[in-house]
């Protein structure tokens, strides 16, 4: 069984969902079909929730308005026949009808939640809709009965393969099941997501969860590029990553791979395809256990990064001040990307700086501390083992130029990141590409 995830460009029109279509139903084989809500969707739920929040429904109810009346003209050209059009866009009025019912309740996080769920309710059925219309055995799973998060929010996999394979083994005899990226429930039954693009993990989940042959994320490009496409002109893709390396690169800023997505997929041993929706003869890239030696495959980066040093002579000869250190991010549940040291001080990074005037007035006990903001971190990635000669001075020389905050090499075999100014990471990026591509 293959695990198919099409994202929210590959079902952004009802033409795409056609092709999506057809991809899927070129080969016999039963896979598992994981999409998106159609592109711009779930902004529009983002936004619709964001009113409701501030208790202005009109404006609310207004994007709505203008929601539906797209989704209406998507089901007119979807549909060849009139039953499907009448069934599916009986479907969506009561979305709509249920999206406006908001209006008249208290607003909770579970509201919120609730509302940025439809986007893959609505993409869901309507390719359902498609395939039964054009005669496809096709099951509609609803996410919400196997997906499922813990009390610490991780997903719960027990949880997810037990109910997802009772699924599975109760009804057999289809040729494709879809169901919906993105939404779960949580520990306590309440609608929940796995986070803004978490598609691709519950698509790494679900093969995880089965055991699949292969997990395959179809996107708007031929696979990983070896730099970011929307800053670096002439990019190409890279045909091969190890699991630590692609992980790596989502993590740091890759958008075309959700950092989550990796670890499940890495963990039960099933390969990750990226595919291009756009161009699927396209080899795109395969994400396994195979390290490449002596090539350096690929930049990204990661912007909004809050440098933070810390200096102090106590630290002289002393033991146990890094560990203080580490405890107060630990209290303040931060967690710290790169860290450098030297004799009398450490400079950490971090991106999510919403706790950092506690942080920093916990961190001036042991301390003078300064703060860097609007920063970035540079990664690249490929086999950087100590022992190959030549690589991390080439990379360090492609920054000559540029203003370095901070320089992270060691902590595994195939990266090596530095910090910079957001300011400098188009300049970086570049500098990097010419040098090393
Ligand atoms: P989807 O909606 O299918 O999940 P995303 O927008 O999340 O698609 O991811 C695909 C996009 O990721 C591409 O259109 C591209 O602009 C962007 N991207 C950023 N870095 C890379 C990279 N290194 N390689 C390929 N795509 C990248
Ligand atoms: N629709 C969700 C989002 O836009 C999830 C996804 O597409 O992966 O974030
Ligand atoms: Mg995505």
Redesign the pocket.
Known sequence: MKVL?F??TSVGTPARMKEVARLITESSEQKIVVL??M?G???TLVEIADYLKKGNREAANSVINKLRAKYMTHTKELHAAEEWVIKTSDFLEDEFMYLHSFSGTEFTATTEKTI?AQ??MMSTNMVTNYLKEIGIKVMLIPALDYMMTDKNGEPDLAYIENNLKAILNENPNYDIYITQ??ICRDAEGRID??????????ASLIGAALGADEIQIWTDIDGMHNNDPRIVEGTTPVRQLHFDEAAELAYFGAKIL?PTCVQPARFAGVPVRLLNTMAPSAPGTLINNEMQHNNIKAIAAKDNITAIKIVSSRMLLATGFLRKVFEIFETYKTSIDLVTTSEVGVSLSIDNNSRIYPIVEELKKYGTVEVDEDMCIICVVGDLDWNNVGFESKVTAALENIPVRMISYGGSDHNISFLIRGCDKQAALQALSKKLF
């Open positions: 995830k994202g929210g998106s809500a592109s969707t779930t902004n940025l986007g893959e990226g993105f997501n796995l986070q803004r693009g978490g598609s691709d993990y519950t959700h």
